[in-house]
């Protein structure tokens, strides 16, 4: 009786030290290129929140119906080539901040059709 009781107890502990053993882990190189990717599109991200911001965005996006905490959280759902245009597209605007109707078109639909997508 003693046998059966002694071989399924050293079953036991050696299936519980099996569960207990840690997984595999694999470590790998990140590049220098992805580093510097996604730093950008960060980067380009804050500006886009940064243009939004501004009051007298707000009120335009207002006027058009578009909640602009709305438009805030589509900032994130961007493409990092989406975030890349729209950042380049506030860094080309004039010193003084006036949009030309043409310019906050653009970033408007741009933002209209990530949320439309999403």
Do not use: C, H, W, Y
Not at 6 to 20: I, K, M, P, Q, W
Request: zero cysteines; proline letters at 5%; hydrophobic letters at 60%.
């Amino acid at each position: 009786m003693k046998i059966p009781a002694l071989t399924l107890s050293v079953a036991l502990l050696a299936g519980l030290l099996l569960f207990l053993l840690p997984p595999t882990v694999q470590a790998g190189m990140i590049g220098t290129q992805e580093v510097i990717a996604e730093q950008t599109l960060q980067v380009d991200r804050d500006k886009v929140r940064e243009f939004l911001n501004r009051a007298d965005v707000e009120q335009r996006l207002q006027a058009m119906d578009v909640p602009a905490a709305l438009a805030r959280s589509r900032v994130d759902a961007l493409t990092p080539a989406e975030a890349a245009a729209l950042a380049q597209r506030v860094d080309t605007l004039p010193a003084a901040g006036a949009l030309s109707g043409t310019d906050f078109v653009i970033i408007l639909l741009v933002a209209l059709l990530v949320a439309l997508i999403l």
